[in-house]
């Protein structure tokens, strides 16, 4: 799980190495920063320099949604769901008919988006 580093208020130089490693992948995910290196407490964009006296913080990436390959579900599918635990489930009309789908390769994959933002309808 990573640590979420948006509301940060440690300097670099004082902060854990999981909360380093959490700076640095959001970095690798093209993620954007704001610093305060000052007593004033102003937030500016920054590109980090990684400097142990400045506060970074972490801009939250966009949320996406799962990428879901319906050509390959049958037909009868109209509904796909992710689970508060994170499984994927497919449902036919009026949920009568449901199936886990998590399992099988290339069928989903899984966005940023929070699980109850989840469901989608069958594009038509």
């Not at 050509?71 to 008919?97: F, H, I, N, Q, T």
Request: with cysteine; glycine share 8%; aromatic share 10%.
């Amino acid at each position: 799980m990573t640590i979420d580093m948006s509301e940060n208020r440690v300097p670099y130089g004082l902060l854990t190495d999981e909360e380093k490693a959490a700076l640095h992948e959001h970095e690798k995910a093209g993620g954007a920063f704001v610093f305060c290196g000052d007593e004033v407490g102003m937030w500016h964009p920054a590109i980090p320099v990684w400097t142990d006296e400045v506060v970074y913080r972490t801009v939250p990436l966009p949320k996406t949604q799962d990428v879901i390959a319906w050509e390959k579900l049958p037909d009868w599918v109209e509904w796909v769901a992710r689970d508060m635990d994170g499984s994927v489930w497919c449902y036919g009309a009026g949920d009568a008919v449901h199936r886990r789908i998590d399992g099988f390769p290339g069928i989903v994959q899984i966005g940023t988006c929070d699980w109850r933002d989840s469901k989608q309808r069958r594009p038509r």
